[in-house]
């Protein structure tokens, strides 16, 4: 890895960012308020974790860490952390003389659990199976199908259990396409033409098809070995958003809309019409370019966050019509959000409600009639995404509990937090004995039902 040296603290070294140094292993946690009963699984979260000692040089690439907590029957069992030991952190290069190694990465940015194998990801390589322990078990490739990078952000289809997923890299094939059955079988691999090596963070899809971001931060090869990500903005690349059909053909009608990027996806649908219609949060040019300044360190101290700026990242939406190739985009908030949430019962289909993470509060998004209420933390805190999980007995769409970390700024502490996400009221707290940094996306994976 290569290290590097600023000349003042990095801000993904500080505060609720700072990493852990330590594995740890608590059980029988304290609990404040009720946890809901029919609550029994596990919440992991992965994040960037960088050992002792190492500066990655962007929040973005450092070891990844998995933080866990075991509920059941209405207690918390466990809270544990361990790093993911990927060749990388065994101390392999992910760029040798032969080409990248695709084994070679730090699998730090999502878990997610698909046809009963637990996999951590990361979008420029394989995914890592662990145990639900979190112990790893190694590189997986579908049994050796999945000869690219796998996006940290596939779909699992509601109703056909398919895992929809991408890789993209920086050499051709800049992006392709691929599909898993619900019995974790890679049947289907397509490239995408797209323009050159662009980040693409986060697709979507809908009942028929996938919905492409081909969007303006694009990998830059003078930057290689500098540290960090070589990736930049570019005002000569369009920003556009595709639309495929899921099945049998690599044509893409693509929209050109107003330059942006995105790197996390709410939902999308088909309307009445036929259009397609996609919320996420979009940063404009600016606060990308800030925010990117902020994460990789370049930032000198005293530079406003992008929640203070004028040109924060906000919540979404664009309708593509693909009878007549027209667009309409428009913000739905103007507040400053990220980590964008649906109830995943609902992906590709209509849905009324997000949850997104704006500051010191976790926000809920009522689509349908343009509202939205929120949760507050606290002064000096900092919530994580909020996980939805449906209520056993759920009659509504927003009849469920949101899971979430919540990281003490100064770097004091963290808490497990459960809220009622039809109020959004917190229902119980879990207060960790081992503090969680500030970290990037998890899932609630259930006991299996006996």
Do not use: C
């Amino acid at each position: 890895m290569t290290l590097h040296e600023p000349t003042h603290q990095p801000v993904y070294l500080t505060g609720h960012l700072a990493p852990v140094t330590e594995e740890t292993e608590s059980h029988d946690l304290p609990v404040e308020g009720s946890l809901p009963p029919e609550l029994n699984g596990r919440y992991f979260r992965n994040g960037p974790n960088p050992r002792p000692g190492q500066d990655p040089g962007h929040w973005f690439t450092g070891d990844g860490m998995l933080h866990g907590v075991r509920l059941q029957g209405g207690r918390a069992l466990w809270q544990r952390n361990r790093w993911v030991r990927t060749t990388a952190f065994a101390g392999a290069r992910f760029l040798g003389p032969e080409g990248p190694d695709l084994r070679a990465v730090t699998a730090n940015t999502n878990v997610i659990r698909h046809a009963d194998r637990i996999l951590a990801l990361v979008e420029n390589g394989l995914p890592y199976q662990v145990t639900d322990q979190l112990d790893t078990v190694g590189p997986y490739d579908f049994g050796g199908r999945l000869t690219t990078a796998m996006t940290a952000h596939p779909k699992e289809d509601p109703v056909t259990g398919d895992l929809h997923f991408f890789g993209y890299g920086a050499l051709p094939p800049y992006l392709t396409y691929h599909r898993a059955t619900a019995d974790g079988t890679l049947v289907e691999s397509r490239e995408i033409p797209v323009g050159g090596p662009t980040m693409m963070h986060d697709f979507a899809i809908t009942e028929n098809h996938v919905v492409w971001l081909d969007l303006p931060v694009v990998f830059d090869h003078a930057r290689l070995g500098r540290g960090g990500m070589p990736y930049r903005w570019d005002d000569g690349y369009p920003a556009r958003i595709g639309v495929m059909a899921q099945h049998g053909t690599t044509a893409v009608r693509w929209f050109e809309v107003e330059p942006g990027y995105v790197y996390h996806v709410g939902n999308a649908r088909e309307d009445a019409a036929g259009r397609i219609v996609l919320d996420a949060v979009r940063y404009g040019r600016d606060g990308f370019v800030r925010s990117w300044d902020r994460i990789s360190g370049a930032a000198q101290p005293g530079v406003p966050a992008p929640s203070e700026s004028a040109d924060h990242p906000r919540l979404h939406q664009w309708t593509l019509d693909p009878r007549t190739g027209r667009v309409s985009e428009q913000p739905l908030d103007d507040r400053a959000v990220e980590f964008p949430t649906v109830n995943e019962t609902l992906v590709g289909r209509p849905s009324r409600y997000r949850y997104a993470v704006a500051d010191t509060s976790i926000v809920k998004y009522d689509l349908t009639l343009g509202a939205n209420r929120s949760y507050d933390a606290g002064s000096g805190q900092a919530p994580g995404e909020a996980v939805f999980v449906p209520a056993a007995d759920a009659r509504a769409e927003d009849d469920g509990w949101l899971l979430t970390i919540v990281s003490d700024r100064s770097g004091r502490g963290s808490a497990f937090a459960v809220l009622d996400a039809s109020d959004m009221t917190r229902v119980a707290t879990v207060p960790l004995p081992h503090r969680v940094p500030a970290g990037f996306h998890g899932n609630w994976l259930p006991d299996a039902e006996s």
